[in-house]
T-cell receptor, first 112, second 112 residues
Framework: AQTVTQSQPEMSVQEAETVTLSCTYD???????LFWYKQPPSRQMILVIR??????QNATENRFSVNFQKAAKSFSLKISDSQLGDAAMYFC?????????FGTGTSLTVIP | DTAVSQTPKYLVTQMGNDKSIKCEQN?????MYWYKQDSKKFLKIMFS???????INETVPNRFSPKSPDKAHLNLHINSLELGDSAVYFC???????????FGSGTRLTVV
């Protein structure tokens, strides 16, 4: 069974600071993808970053980067220089073939 | 130029009614999905269609019936609505086994 766990229901960060959101997952597969999605109050699911399991190098997208530890089945998201617009729910997701499994989300508050 | 569009965005209805949510994608993707996001923000897949064929059918009540008239459309029909059906329903589409995956903006269904 594939499960995704986000142990931090809520996090807060000061504007311009750095925050790390945690995610762990459980799988017996070796080939899969991991994602972080952002869901602002508008409800739209926005892809933040994607990591292929076969790649050892951590994915980076501007201020967003991940720490992918395959052996530990850990996939944390680091947001640098946090901005007010980063405030949202963040979902970690595991994808195998064409189905996603989502974590329960972390609500991020950015304090001005 | 909306990629995955759902209608309506909001739907309030009484218990026992039958309602439909429509989804259309103009990305040329070959697979479409329905996800349910409950009040605790948990996202779970319900159905997946690939080229009009049902490929994923998670454990959902028989009152939920997806219909795919063509590969650009996947509608969700719900019979005999219950209070517990209140949630946000997301449509999504993908191509290339999910490498390119796009969510709609969601439909908030409220059953009263």
């Amino acid at each position: 069974a594939q499960t995704v766990t986000q142990s931090q229901p809520e996090m807060s960060v000061q504007e311009a600071e750095t925050v790390t959101l945690s995610c762990t997952y459980d799988t017996s597969e070796s080939d899969y993808y991991l994602f972080w999605y952002k869901q602002p109050p508008s409800r739209q699911m926005i892809l933040v970053i994607r990591q292929e399991a076969y790649k050892q190098q951590n994915a980076t997208e501007n201020r967003f980067s991940v720490n992918f530890q395959k052996a530990a089945k850990s996939f944390s998201l680091k947001i640098s220089d946090s901005q007010l617009g980063d405030a949202a729910m963040y979902f970690c997701a595991y994808r195998r073939i064409n189905q996603f499994y989502f974590g329960t989300g972390t609500s991020l508050t950015v304090i001005p | 130029d909306t990629a995955v569009s759902q209608t309506p965005k909001y739907l309030v209805t009484q218990m026992g009614n039958d309602k439909s949510i429509k989804c259309e994608q103009n990305l040329g993707h070959d697979t479409m999905y329905w996800y349910k996001q409950d009040s605790k923000k948990f996202l779970k897949i319900m159905f997946s269609y690939n080229n009009k064929e049902l490929i994923i059918n998670e454990t959902v009540p028989n009152r939920f019936s997806p219909k795919s008239p063509d590969k650009a459309h996947l509608n969700l029909h719900i019979n005999s609505l219950e209070l517990g059906d209140s949630a946000v329903y997301f449509c999504a589409s993908s191509q290339d086994s999910g490498v390119r995956y796009t969510f709609g903006s969601g439909t908030r269904l409220t059953v009263v």
